[in-house]
């Protein structure tokens, strides 16, 4: 909770509802003392000397992308099994944040580093005064051209000769342009399963000009194949259909478990899919070499405040009207060679997630606001990985 000095009851401070860490950080990070449990705990001895650590090169970085659920909805959560064990087991940010709402804009800081103005779901094409289905919000006041032509995370991987790709369930097809898929309910199945708005590659005009892109945005058959295979990505980014990332949808032809009201219900059911995806990333042949690898799930955003004193942010000017924060929301770092039952209170956001991909692949530029030293701290301490000497 808060008390009158503005602060966290365990001494974050805290600045208009967003959390911040105090000077300049650097590539490495200072190790809190809280371990083991998913809930907060003392933190560390100010005056204990830190340890500090560097960043391990990875091999391959699997993100899942959950949705629209606050942290203490997940972690711990009967509902959610398999995130809470994860959580208990391997890494776990306590303190993790999305940058704004609604989904999109946090989808493409998580490739990007910044919002780039965009602050609707609406399709990547959309541009300021555009007569579109898609582009609802077009007409708006500060409205932007929603095709942003600053590097990505993509282009940065492909100049370090590193591969990448984005996995899409119900993508009608690879390298998909689709805004939403069905388009319109058809037997079996509600509208809507894959939507482009979660899939923020497409918002970055080097990835729609691609010739390739139709190997690189791919569907969950692809994945299956692939992990099957060993063939895997340095990065892939993994999002689950509407119905099995806990968004949850409406209208003809949703299941019961997938109504946006179903409430634990929807939790179950992405909790079993994501369960299964890390079982099955954990099964394939480059899991168990001596090179390091890790899984993240995160969520997007956080659709429901709770009470508790909980910031909606972190990590940046608090004066930024493009990263205001997304809420409070459950992160975990499963790696196969590293941290376990390790909870870190460090506030992080997907600034940090990125900058810390960045570091692991051995990229030295930082796109965007994964670069703001004086505010973005990398999750070194999760992907660390014991040598001996």
């Known amino acids: 909770m808060l008390n009158p000095a503005g602060v966290t009851s365990d001494g974050i401070p805290m600045i208009a509802g967003r959390l911040f860490c105090a000077g300049a950080i650097g590539a490495a990070l200072i190790v809190s003392a809280a371990q083991a449990q998913p809930h907060p705990g003392p933190l560390p001895d100010p005056n204990r000397a830190p340890r500090v650590l560097e960043m391990p090169r990875y091999a391959h970085v699997f993100v899942i992308i959950e949705e629209n659920h606050t942290t203490d909805q997940i972690v711990p959560s009967s509902a959610a099994p398999n995130l809470t064990g994860f959580a208990q087991h391997y890494g776990y940010s306590w303190r993790f944040y999305a940058e704004t ?39 708006k006041p500060g409205y932007v051209d929603h095709t942003v032509t600053a590097p990505s995370l993509a282009s940065q991987l492909a100049a370090h000769h590193l591969t990448w790709k984005g996995y899409f369930e119900d993508i009608p097809a690879p390298g ?19 939507a482009v708005k979660h899939n923020g590659f497409m918002n970055f005009k080097d990835v729609q000009g691609d010739p390739a892109v139709a ?69 394939s042949p480059f899991w168990s070499k001596p090179e390091n690898s890790a899984i993240v799930i995160t969520f997007d955003e956080n659709d429901t405040e709770h009470p508790g004193g909980h910031a909606a942010g972190c990590c940046g000017d608090p004066k930024d009207p493009n ?32 900058r810390t991909i960045e570091d692991g692949f051995g990229i030295n530029e930082h796109l965007g606001h994964a670069g703001d030293d004086a505010h973005v701290l990398p999750m070194t301490a999760l992907f660390y990985v014991q040598t001996n000497p």
């Open 101 to 139: 709402h609604p989904s999109e804009p946090n989808y493409v800081a998580m490739l990007g580093g910044d919002t780039f103005g965009i602050k609707d779901d609406d399709a990547f094409w959309c541009k300021p005064k555009i007569s579109d289905p898609a582009c609802p919000n077009a007409g």
């Open 176 to 194: 998909s342009r689709a805004y939403r898929f069905p388009a319109d309910a058809i037997p079996g199945k509600p509208t809507a399963l894959y």
């Open 215 to 283: 190997q690189k945005i791919v569907g969950f058959d692809a994945l299956a194949h692939d992990l099957a295979s060993g063939n895997v990505p340095n990065f892939a980014h993994i999002v689950p259909n509407q119905c099995n990332d806990m968004h949850g949808l409406s209208g003809a032809n949703v299941p019961a478990d997938c109504d946006y009201g179903s409430g634990a219900k929807l939790i179950s059911r992405g909790d079993l899919v994501a369960g299964k995806l890390v079982a099955d990333i954990m099964k």
């Open 323 to 354: 990263n205001p924060g997304g809420g409070w929301i459950p992160t975990i770092v499963i790696t196969n060679h590293g941290a376990r039952g390790h909870t870190e209170l460090t506030p992080f956001n997907h600034y940090s997630l990125l």
